[in-house]
């Protein structure tokens, strides 16, 4: 594989001195430099220098059919030579689009009356979409003050102004400026709740939470509130099983919609085709991304429901068209790499496998770590998990920086294992073809360097 590359250190430098990593510490990347990525199969990934990595987190939760699928490269080569782009605009359209949004449609739960699509580049744009479409839901019936979204602290729903904003976790939002139409409320965070209870006597506080928010800001200025079935990056956190009802019922009550942000647990990662699936939630929008191509080609969704569609197409006044798209929306290309990710997880029964082997996976890493001094939750769904380290285990005392899950990550890598440090947690979320022999290889990984972080983090 190395030769792949054959200068090597000419790449790194030129990567050094021109390329932007996110998330990354300008003077640390300057120095280090980067880990150059050059081929993949299955699980495993292949580095310029000739390593070989397990892939524990399927990129950024979204390579769920595994790395090296031609299947998926041959349908967009032979796309490409087709028609490579088009718009779709006014009255253009394309097949693979199309044929596309037909699929998603079908696979989405028919009570859910989800069946009208606008496809997109990236999570952030599915989940800016929705929030305009929202905001014009209201707007076309004489509300247009029903403009902010509500969001969870500890959310995460992308990069750009509006998805940034909704983002509950802090650390994005220093020197960001923000948009000022927004507010948050609880976390679903049963390890440590907001309001120092306990399911199932908390009577669901933090669902409840989000009434005392839409009242505070008054209902005739809130348009949506947006979730994530189970919160990704703030920590994998999946919320009790009656959580969603009241959730609904105070939307309903305060006339506003629910954007379920499906853009990691859509397509599989769960265990089920959809987040939804597993509470019985009804929304009114839905955005997806990640797993919808596996991250073959950038593509992303956003679902409208009839009721919110139909409101629009018949208020809004005759002459005025949906005033927003991009230039890649509906792409053709894209769409290809979508249909033929979602024919591979469906032949392969990707999402039954997801289920198997992610409780496995979840009693694995309970096993492991489930006594660790230094370990104060193990949870998870599907091909989601996360350890959260503490410095105590009966305090629940965190360790005052990220250090150590950032710790462990970066020694699990050095053994081959690419696992993330989600702020206090290490956390795991696998291509879904990984078998149990896979997880067993990654857990041994987290095993071998367990006693050092152990030693580390308790000093
Ligand atoms: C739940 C969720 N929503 C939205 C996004 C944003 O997606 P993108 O980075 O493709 O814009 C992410 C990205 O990780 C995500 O996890």
Redesign the pocket.
């Known amino acids: 594989m190395a030769d792949l590359i054959p200068d090597l250190d000419e790449v790194r430098r030129l990567d050094r001195e021109h390329v932007l990593h996110p998330i990354t510490e300008l003077r640390k990347q300057e120095k280090y430099g980067s880990n150059i990525f050059v081929g993949g199969h299955g699980v495993e990934l292949t580095t310029a220098d000739g390593r070989t990595l397990l892939d524990g987190f399927s990129g ?2 979204n390579i769920n059919v595994g790395h090296g699928r031609t299947e998926i490269a041959d349908a967009v080569a032979a796309q490409m030579a087709k028609l490579a782009y088009y718009p779709s605009f006014w009255d253009f359209g394309n097949e693979p689009a199309t044929r596309l949004a037909q699929k998603i449609v079908g696979l989405l739960p028919s009570d859910r009356h989800l069946n009208h699509v606008l496809f997109h580049s ?4 599915a ?1 800016e979409a929705n929030f305009k479409f929202a905001r014009l839901y209201h707007a076309v019936r004489g509300k247009a003050s029903k403009a902010k979204i509500v969001s969870r602290r500890w959310a ?4 750009t102004r509006g ?1 940034g904003t909704a983002t509950g976790i802090l650390a994005y939002h220093i020197f960001v400026e923000q948009d000022a139409s927004h507010a948050y409320f609880a976390t679903p965070y049963c390890y440590r709740c907001e309001f120092g209870k306990t399911y199932p006597d908390c009577g669901l506080a933090c669902a409840h939470d989000l009434e005392t928010v839409i009242e505070r800001e008054g209902a005739d200025t809130v348009a949506a509130v947006i979730l ?1 079935p189970v919160m ?2 703030g920590g994998m956190l999946v919320p009790p099983p009656d959580y969603y009802g009241p959730i609904q019922e105070i939307c309903k009550r305060h006339d506003v919609l629910l954007i379920l ?1 499906e ?2 647990t859509g397509f599989g990662r769960t265990g089920k085709w959809f987040g939804m699936e597993h509470w019985g939630i009804k929304p009114d929008l839905v ?1 997806f ?2 797993g919808i191509s596996s991250g073959y080609l950038p593509l ?1 969704a956003s679902v409208v429901s009839d009721h919110v569609y139909e409101t629009i197409r018949d208020q809004i006044p005759e002459g005025i068209p949906l005033m927003f798209g991009l230039t890649y929306n509906n792409h053709p290309t894209c769409c290809a790499a979508g249909l033929a990710n979602l024919e591979i997880v469906e032949r392969e029964g990707l999402v039954e496998n997801a289920a198997v082997v992610g409780a496995y996976m979840l009693e694995r890493l309970r096993e492991a770590f489930g006594k660790s001094p230094i370990v104060g939750d193990i949870r998870g769904c599907g091909m989601l998990a996360a350890v959260e380290i503490v410095r105590d285990r009966t305090t629940k005392e965190p360790f005052p920086n990220v250090e150590d899950p950032h710790h462990i990550a970066a020694a699990a890598f050095q053994r081959g294992l690419i696992a993330r440090a989600l702020f206090q947690c290490v956390a795991l979320a696998p291509p879904l073809i990984s078998t149990r022999a896979d997880i067993d290889r990654m857990v041994a990984v987290l095993q071998q360097v367990w006693p050092e972080a152990e030693r580390h983090a308790l000093g």
């Open positions: 950024l939760f990236g999570g952030s744009e989940n995460f729903h992308g990069a998805a994530e990704g990056t942000d853009v990691v955005s991304a990640k992303s």
